[in-house]
């Protein structure tokens, strides 16, 4: 994997950077850590990324989730409890959104789980964990990072993924600011502080790719949402379904979340 470090000895600031992991750039910056305390857990954070892509990276034909997309039905196949962990969480927030959130082509209903095994009736179900993977990789960065004695960080996934630990140095929390991403036009700024950011929209030359999974119908819209959330998890899962949704959620289906800020926003086609 390559990377790229820095730290900066009168801010104690660390900064390590992956060009390409998980579809996207990965950046990291810490304080307040010696400098070798701070290598030692970018390391982890790389290795815990590195086995979080070539299990969930459907592009990859040697990753787990390529065994599973093979076109055809199973019974019973054995998986490794890390893609078990996985499906399982997944499986939970299709129920909690009532099928709105499905990391399945044509539907969870027809994966069943049992005993670290997987089934899949049809032979045209696969997975894709792009609305999942970023957020689940961020919650156990988020572990590994807190263990670690980490008390301010900032965690960057491409600017659309976002883990914010304790604060900026010169500040009380870490600033993101959110553009309209086909006028770059500031949206809103964000104070995150001991959460996550999550956004997913349709953006330049990039349109159409969230569908919602029970009506088949592709939001096209010049359509952002924002999600903020304690639970990293959370908070990508419901960006996603909120522009699933059209820009809106059911009562009953937010009641199933935690404390959570929603922000859509939607500009008129040009």
């Not at 996550?196 to 088949?216: E, K, Q, R």
């Not at 359509?223 to 996603?240: D, I």
Request: proline share 2%.
């Amino acid at each position: 994997m390559e990377t790229e470090t820095g730290y900066y000895d009168n801010e104690a600031m660390f900064y390590g950077g992956v060009p390409y992991i998980m579809g996207t750039r990965f950046e990291f910056v810490t304080t307040g850590l010696k400098r070798y305390l701070a290598e030692k857990l970018f390391r982890d954070v790389c290795s815990c990324l590195d086995g979080l892509d070539k299990m969930l990276n459907r592009f990859d034909a040697a990753s787990e989730v390529s065994a599973l997309n093979t076109g055809r039905a199973y019974s019973g196949l054995e998986i490794s409890s890390g893609l078990w962990n996985v499906l399982v969480s997944c499986e939970d927030y299709y129920r909690k959104t009532r099928g709105m959130f499905d990391v399945t082509i044509n539907g969870f209903s027809r994966v069943s789980l049992s005993g670290g095994r997987v089934s899949v009736s049809e032979d045209d179900v696969a997975f894709d964990f792009g609305g999942f993977a970023k957020g689940y990789a961020l919650e156990n960065i988020k572990e590994i990072l807190l263990r670690g004695g980490v008390e301010n960080a900032f965690v960057d996934f491409g600017g659309s993924s976002i883990l914010a630990i304790g604060r900026h140095p010169y500040g009380d929390c870490w600033k993101v600011s959110l553009s309209e991403p086909f006028s770059r036009k500031p949206l809103h700024e964000f104070k995150l502080r001991d959460e996550a950011l999550s956004v997913s929209g349709n953006s330049v030359g990039y349109i159409g790719h969230i569908i919602n999974p029970l009506s088949g119908e592709k939001n096209c819209k010049r359509m952002v949402c924002a999600v903020v959330s304690g639970n990293p998890v959370e908070a990508e899962v419901l960006s996603t379904t909120v522009m699933a949704s059209d820009g809106r959620l059911d009562e009953d289906i937010m009641q199933n979340f935690g404390d959570v800020e929603i922000k859509v926003f939607e500009s008129e086609n040009e």
